[in-house]
């Protein structure tokens, strides 16, 4: 069957099962409760979008877990090489450098690598995540091709006082410890979050490189985190709020060694990162203005097997102004400009060191239409980067309640990444060396959803379903020239194209709630090198991946079962492939509530089914193992 015969198919099924569920449709609807964000670009502007949050209750749950984690359980497929080593998001086919990471409303990752390791980003200290699918490149600019991840300190002006703290304790010598205190009023207000965890990672697997696959212990992945961040808000006038966040921290760990050659020493990573944001906001009658500025700071200092040590740091300094206007009705007008400076020192450079400048406008206008059933965005952005204008993007999207619970949606965009510092001005060595003739990339991506909402009794329910495309030229690739020397090359064509289904049901009976909720993503990723016609299959992107969870609570008790499936991927374009694998961890835990003090106790079994497993080729994954944490929350307004 072909693509476009299963999805015709697919939308039929889907709009009778939902037609045939009219029967018993009351007035109600049920929705999610969200999160404040920070960013109104993407609340405002990102119509048609699809947008995954993550409410408060599953961000608890992984308070002492990492971003990665956080996501491997998303429709996200994120690829890590070990325990200890590098994780990268890659979402609806595109590579780990087509998916922007915004914090606070401004893009963070490294302008040096493209990317961002999700491995060292711990999840407490974010107030909301947030996954954008799709690309977004005229609202948040380079990079945002395949998606937008968004982190935010949240509004501390509008939570409660009180005192967060976590302690963990799992297999491993695995131990972590947060801590969160927040005080203050609605016109001013602070708050300090710490963490720090460790773990000798010792974890057994099956090695499946030795004939006989014996059981084996990984030695030598030590890893150290700890950071620290601050937030403070004041409302200046009636007006106008001042936000300013600043966020520290460091992670020293050993990388693990492949498998296929376990006794080989290990190199050692240190990373340290430095961020600060400012967001001064005015808003009055119909005009709003935001003044934001940031400072991004990496360092990573990367120890070799013979202990020679090669540093790597930059910095971003970044300045944006928007103002927004709302017109007639409903309709916003939003206009606004970045400037960014970025800074990078590399024992790897050929000089050394290496800067450069981008200026980007942009500007996105929202009305909507049929007593506000169906609302509009289009937005436009032009970037000055490297002495010439890039070529100008925009993107449209629309979104329509139709009756009984019903909504259309779709987006169609033009999006472009610039080729990172290593891939300009790594300097030329035995076996690699950058290319300062790379131009950027550009595509398009689009999507066309149906969503449905249901409430009737004690059921409350969404389901949705997503048709994605995405076409991206002049991709990127490091390939071997004829010395064999690795170096960038505008060589290859992406091409994606796809199907999400999201489903969710909560059914209350009595003090008992069951949830059940399924993301299924259907993805066909393929490489085109230019002048050729034959496609290849785009490594490291499962074609089938699923992701589910089981929960009830019942008064004070609570347990979890959630569900991983990854189909098999191709490690490179000579379809060598790993299997495919399935994945289960299990959750429960007790409440305690004591006047203004919510305790909860929460045991973890992660791979439940000691499921043997490579994310990324060579590289163990731990078997079956156990983790116990206690979470406490005060509430100290009075």
């Not at 974010?126 to 490149?137: I, M, P």
Request: net charge positive.
């Amino acid at each position: 069957m072909s693509f476009k015969s299963f999805t015709i198919c697919v939308f039929t099924c889907f709009l009778v099962i939902q037609l045939q569920a009219q029967k018993s449709i009351t007035d109600s609807i049920y929705t999610i409760k969200g999160i404040d964000v920070y960013s109104s670009r993407l609340e405002t502007f990102a119509v048609g979008a699809t947008v995954q949050k993550f409410d408060t209750t599953l961000l608890r749950l992984h308070r002492t877990e990492s971003i990665s984690q956080l996501l491997g359980g998303s429709g996200a497929n994120i690829k890590s090489t070990g325990v200890s080593g590098l994780s990268t998001i890659s979402l609806r086919g595109g590579g780990s450098t087509h998916t922007a990471i915004v914090w606070n409303g401004l893009s963070i990752q490294s302008p040096m690598s493209g990317s961002t390791d999700f491995s060292i980003l711990p999840v407490s200290m974010f107030s909301s995540v947030q996954l954008q699918y799709g690309g977004s490149g005229t609202l948040f600019g380079s990079g945002a091709v395949a998606g937008i991840v968004h982190l935010s300190s949240g509004n501390i002006l509008t939570t409660p006082n009180g005192i967060s703290a976590s302690i963990g304790y799992g297999s491993a010598n695995s131990k972590n410890g947060f801590i969160n205190l927040k005080q203050g009023n609605k016109r001013i207000a602070a708050s300090i979050k710490a963490f720090r965890s460790s773990s000798d990672n010792d974890f057994y697997f099956n090695n499946t490189f030795d004939i006989k696959h014996n059981k084996e212990q990984i030695t030598n992945a030590e890893a150290t985190q700890l950071g620290v961040a601050g937030d403070v808000a004041i409302k200046l006038v009636k007006s106008t709020i001042w936000s300013v966040s600043s966020w520290f921290q460091q992670s020293d760990k050993n990388l693990q060694t492949p498998m296929s050659n376990l006794n080989s020493d290990n190199s050692n990573q240190k990373d340290y990162q430095l961020l600060a944001s400012s967001n001064l906001r005015f808003t009055k009658e119909k005009l709003s203005l935001n003044l934001k500025s940031g400072l991004v700071n990496g360092r990573i200092d990367y120890t070799d097997p013979v202990n020679k040590t090669f540093i790597n740091q930059f910095n971003s300094i970044i300045n944006e102004l928007e103002g927004k206007l709302k017109l007639i009705k409903n309709d916003e007008l939003l206009i606004g400009v970045n400037h960014a400076k970025e800074f990078a020192y590399s024992d790897s450079y050929l000089d050394k060191r290496a800067n450069r400048t981008r200026i980007s406008l942009f500007s996105s206008y929202k009305f909507s239409l049929l007593n506000n059933k169906l609302k509009t965005a289009i937005s436009i952005r032009d970037e000055y980067f490297d002495s010439q204008f890039l070529p100008f993007v925009f993107s449209f999207g629309l979104e329509s309640a139709l009756n009984y619970g019903l909504t259309i949606k779709g987006n169609i965009s033009k999006n472009y990444k610039i080729p990172s510092m290593n891939d300009l001005y790594w300097g030329k060595t035995t076996f690699a060396q950058g290319n300062p003739n790379l131009n950027s990339e550009s595509g398009w991506s689009g999507e066309i959803g149906l969503s449905h909402k249901y409430s009737a009794n004690k059921i409350k329910a969404e389901s949705s379903i997503t048709i994605f495309r995405t076409y991206i030229n002049h991709w990127i690739t490091w390939q071997p020239n004829e010395l064999n020397v690795w170096t960038p090359e505008n060589v290859d064509i992406g091409k994606t194209y796809g199907v999400d289904f999201k489903a969710l049901i909560n059914l209350k009976v009595d003090k008992t709630t069951f949830t059940a909720n399924g993301f299924y993503t259907y993805t066909n990723a393929r490489l085109l090198a230019d002048g050729s016609s034959e496609e290849k299959v785009m490594p490291y992107t499962p074609m089938h991946k699923f992701n589910g969870a089981l929960s009830i609570n019942h008064k004070s008790f609570f347990a979890r079962y959630s569900h991983t499936f990854n189909y098999i991927r191709y490690i490179n374009l000579a379809k060598d492939k790993l299997p495919y694998y399935n994945l289960g961890d299990l959750s429960s835990g007790y409440q305690f509530k004591l006047k203004k003090t919510k305790a909860e106790l929460v045991f973890n079994i992660h791979n439940i089914w000691n499921t043997d497993y490579q994310v990324t080729a060579s590289y163990a994954m731990p078997l079956r193992y156990y983790s116990l944490a206690l979470n406490v929350d005060i509430n100290t307004n009075h």
